[in-house]
């Protein structure tokens, strides 16, 4: 198939692992598409977050008072240093009881899911095969196409970067009260009194609706740009490997290749994982923190 459509077996196994598990069998061609439903990116950020959860549940059920062990000591040092950024970024007590754990959720959720890309490519492919539902070129099963990585799926960092924004108005609305908040909306950034603020009104409404929107896209597609250049790259390391052709002397260094590359990348890539998390997490709790301020 790929020969016929003038496509190299490299670019076909890259496309082909770029197609996620969803209800029309084939890639997304528009940014949005709510007629698309990814399966396997709904299973997996799902499975992650009750993981996550799961963890959390365990570290309170056998939380004790005295020295702790070291998963309790663990979770209690990620807490401690979410509380102490929520701290210092949310002035508002009453707030942060909600916005603390709630970025601990997004940090942990994050890390949980961006963890998924380090599981070796084609291990799911090759899972799949052995029972039958995966088929092949010819005669495709259920499971043919499948991405693992939920955050390398635009839709999942954005529908979080959504709720995001969705907080920012309830929070907003909540301190400033309704009326102020609409109120800053056409007052603010540029203050003016008279025949000024009316002329003003234009700009400040449209100048309010492009920083809302950047935030919320810059919040979505950073996770989701390093997410997916991660996952592009851990393809072209598999095809170091997927070229083995004997034991001749290409096919051994193209496979000592594949070995020192996609440990240096994992390795590398830990810190990725971690790093993403952390920005969507501080940029939340920043988010959050903003709309409790005036202009």
Same mark, same amino acid.
């Given at each position: 198939?790929?020969?016929?459509?003038?496509?190299?077996?490299?670019?076909?196994?890259?496309?082909?692992? /770029?197609?996620?598990?969803?209800?029309?069998?084939?890639?997304?061609?528009?940014?949005?598409?709510?007629?698309?439903?990814?399966?396997?990116?709904?299973? *997996?950020?799902?499975? #992650?977050? +009750?993981? =996550? !959860?799961?963890?959390? %549940?365990?570290?309170?059920?056998?939380?004790?008072?005295? =020295?702790?062990?070291?998963f309790?000591?663990?979770?209690?040092?990620?807490?401690?240093? &979410?509380?102490?950024?929520?701290?210092?970024?949310?002035?508002?007590?009453?707030?942060?009881?909600?916005?603390?754990?709630?970025?601990? #959720?997004?940090?942990? *959720?994050?890390?949980a899911?961006?963890?998924?890309?380090?599981?070796? &490519?084609?291990?799911?492919?090759?899972?799949?095969?052995w !029972?039958?539902?995966?088929?092949?070129?010819?005669? $495709?099963?259920?499971?043919?196409?499948?991405?693992?990585?939920? #955050?390398?799926?635009?839709?999942?960092?954005?529908?979080?970067?959504?709720?995001?924004?969705?907080?920012?108005? %309830? %929070?907003?609305?909540? =301190?400033?009260?309704?009326?102020?908040?609409?109120?800053?909306?056409?007052?603010?950034?540029? $203050?003016? $009194?008279?025949?000024?603020a009316?002329?003003?009104v234009?700009?400040?409404?449209? +100048?309010?609706?492009?920083?809302?929107?950047?935030?919320?896209?810059?919040?979505?597609?950073?996770?989701f740009?390093?997410?997916?250049?991660?996952?592009? &790259?851990?393809?072209?390391?598999?095809?170091?490997?997927?070229? *083995?052709?004997?034991?001749?002397? /290409?096919?051994?260094?193209?496979?000592?290749?594949?070995? +020192?590359?996609?440990? !240096? *990348?994992?390795?590398?890539? !830990?810190?990725?994982?971690?790093?993403?998390?952390?920005?969507?997490?501080?940029?939340? +709790? &920043? %988010?959050?923190?903003?709309?409790?301020?005036g202009?």
């Open positions: 198939m790929a020969a016929a459509e003038g496509v190299s077996p490299q670019q076909y196994y890259i496309q082909h692992h /770029l197609v996620h598990f969803n209800n029309v069998g084939e890639k997304q061609t528009n940014i949005a598409d709510f007629g698309i439903i990814n399966y396997d990116s709904l299973f *997996w950020s799902i499975a #992650t977050g +009750l993981v =996550v !959860i799961f963890v959390l %549940y365990l570290a309170a059920r056998k939380a004790t008072n005295g =020295v702790p062990g070291r309790q000591a663990g979770v209690e040092m990620v807490v401690e240093m &979410v509380a102490d950024q929520a701290k210092s970024i949310v002035n508002n007590a009453e707030s942060r009881k909600f916005i603390a754990p709630l970025a601990l #959720t997004v940090f942990l *959720w994050i890390v899911m961006n963890a998924l890309d380090l599981v070796p &490519v084609d291990l799911l492919v090759q899972v799949f095969s !029972i039958g539902l995966a088929g092949d070129h010819h005669h $495709h099963g259920p499971l043919y196409y499948h991405r693992i990585l939920p #955050t390398a799926d635009l839709n999942i960092p954005l529908g979080m970067s959504l709720c995001i924004l969705l907080l920012s108005f %309830y %929070y907003g609305i909540k =301190v400033k009260g309704g009326g102020h908040f609409v109120k800053e909306l056409f007052t603010a950034p540029f $203050h003016a $009194h008279g025949v000024g009316i002329l003003l234009p700009a400040n409404f449209l +100048l309010n609706l492009i920083e809302y929107a950047a935030k919320t896209v810059s919040l979505g597609m950073r996770l740009g390093n997410m997916f250049a991660g996952e592009l &790259v851990f393809m072209l390391i598999a095809l170091l490997g997927g070229a *083995w052709t004997g034991f001749n002397a /290409l096919s051994l260094s193209l496979g000592v290749g594949h070995v +020192l590359a996609g440990s !240096i *990348w994992a390795i590398f890539h !830990i810190l990725i994982i971690l790093l993403q998390a952390f920005i969507f997490m501080m940029l939340t +709790l &920043v %988010y959050l923190g903003q709309a409790h301020e202009h």
